[in-house]
């Protein structure tokens, strides 16, 4: 089935210790993004990549980077996680802009 | 930029009730506006969405209503069951392709 996957499904890592996350799409959508999502908070967008372009939320801290290789592939990551960076780390897909997102399942973090 | 308020945070209803959910945005530029059901541990669904040139869809138990000139739209399930039960965003997206999240609605149905 095509969909949006997430690896791995839960990181720990230590303050301070970059970390990567990944996501994978078969959807071969255009467009891909990624959320941050604390506790009993909606969905905070930090940056998406319209192909190969990329787009940062203005709010976006400097210590989230972000790699989309080729189209099925993008890559998050943490250069220096701080214990405020302990969240819910959602991917989407849309195939364009203005249409329907897909959401993977999300990596949960925990810095320790 | 835009601001996305939803209401309320919390629902309870019996199940076969109905339940609404309303979002009220600020920017006129927004034209797209889809809503999310997220369940315990998975990322969020597309349930149904609404662009700016519609007043209302919808799909069997779900429907939208959208009311430009006052700035809000609304989500109506009917015929509640226990599986409706989870947290529900509204998001809007403004033809600068910002897309904002309301602040999300616990569901809780009551069999």
């Known amino acids: 089935d095509a969909m949006v996957i997430q690896n791995p499904r839960y990181q720990v890592t230590q303050f301070g210790k970059p970390v990567t996350l990944s996501c994978s799409q078969t959807?071969?959508?255009?467009?891909m993004y990624w959320y941050q999502q604390k506790s009993s908070q909606a969905p905070k967008l930090l940056f998406h990549y319209y192909d190969k372009d990329f787009n940062n939320e203005a709010d976006t801290p400097d210590n989230f980077q972000s790699r989309r290789p080729n189209t099925s592939f993008c890559f998050l990551d943490i250069r220096s996680p701080g214990l405020g960076d302990a969240a819910m780390y959602l991917c989407?897909?849309?195939?364009?802009?203005?249409?329907?997102?897909?959401f993977g399942p999300g990596t949960r973090l925990t810095v320790l | 930029g835009e601001n996305v308020e939803q209401h309320p945070s919390t629902l309870s209803v019996q199940e076969g009730d109905s339940a609404v959910i309303k979002c009220t945005y600020s920017d006129s530029a927004s034209n797209y506006f889809p809503w999310y059901k997220q369940e315990l541990g998975k990322g969020p669904q597309l349930i149904i969405d609404i662009r700016s040139n519609v007043g209302e869809k919808k799909d069997q138990r779900i429907a939208v209503t959208l009311n430009k000139t006052a700035k809000h739209f609304s989500l109506h399930i009917t015929e509640t069951q226990p599986e409706d039960s989870a947290v529900y965003f509204c998001a809007a997206i403004n033809t600068g392709n910002q897309f904002y999240f309301g602040t999300g609605t616990s569901l809780t149905v009551i069999p």
């Open positions: 959807l071969n959508h255009n467009v």
């Open positions: 989407a897909t849309s195939r364009d802009l203005h249409n329907e997102q897909f």
